[in-house]
């Protein structure tokens, strides 16, 4: 399966502050995903973002707040912007292999005080 | 919207006892996949199930897809320490776009 670097792991942030994620595939695929998983909650879908498109949000979540990048088919960013203390979550890439699932990247650990 | 609806949402064991958790959604699903998250980590991929009736086992995970692609379940046999964690099932929508859609997840602790 593929193995995703995310970074950073972990970060504290002020609010009104940007944050951005970063996430390197060791291979190229064509659609990357974004999710939000809130403490002890289950995944939810941010984005989905393509090479060479804009990203395609899911309700409840815009552009505005969360741009994402896709500059080539092994890389994306996603930048959580004007951060409130509600943004504190875990924010994980993944990518999807056909019958092996989807692999995530390790997370990014997010406090926003 | 769609949703996919997991059940328990915890569960506790002494160690050796079987644990089932079950997934159910709103629509016909193309596939279903379980995904394992240790407390810390991110969720890591154990299954997909395509197939209507579809039953698949790795070791004592025994895993089924419903004959209607709407439910699943997982049932592990003598839970063991390392089985902690919390278990997601998430379906593959069947129609649109590509979008993989988790259950609440069920968290799994064991009493050794």
């Known amino acids: 399966s593929a193995v995703i670097s995310q970074k950073p792991s972990r970060d504290i942030c002020q609010r009104g502050t940007s944050l951005t994620i970063q996430c390197q595939v060791d291979?190229?695929?064509?659609?990357m995903f974004w999710y939000r998983q809130q403490p002890g909650q289950s995944l939810t879908l941010i984005a989905t973002?393509?090479?060479?498109?804009?990203?395609?949000?899911e309700s409840g979540f815009v552009i505005d707040k969360f741009p994402i990048s896709r500059p080539n088919l092994t890389f994306s960013t996603l930048t959580v912007s004007n951060m409130s203390p509600e943004d504190s979550s875990i924010y994980l890439c993944?990518?999807?292999?056909?019958?092996?699932?989807?692999?995530f990247g390790s997370g990014t650990r997010l406090t926003v005080v | 919207g769609q949703q996919v609806m997991q059940i328990p949402q915890y569960q506790h064991v002494q160690e050796g006892e079987d644990f089932t958790t079950y997934c159910n959604s709103s629509?016909?699903?193309?596939?279903i996949q379980w995904y394992k998250q240790r407390p810390g980590g991110h969720p890591v991929f154990l299954i997909q199930l395509v197939k209507s009736g579809e039953v698949k086992k790795q070791k004592r995970l025994t895993f089924q897809f419903g004959e209607a692609k709407k439910n699943s379940s997982l049932h592990i046999t003598a839970t063991q320490t390392t089985d902690v964690g919390t278990y997601f099932c998430?379906?593959?929508?069947?129609?649109?776009?590509?979008?993989?859609?988790f259950g609440q997840g069920t968290r799994l602790t064991i009493n050794p």
């Open positions: 973002a393509n090479q060479g498109s804009e990203a395609t949000y």
């Open positions: 998430a379906g593959l929508l069947l129609k649109g776009a590509q979008k993989l859609v």
């Open positions: 993944s990518v999807a292999r056909a019958n092996y699932g989807y692999t």
């Open positions: 291979s190229q695929v064509t659609m």
């Open positions: 629509t016909t699903l193309s596939n």
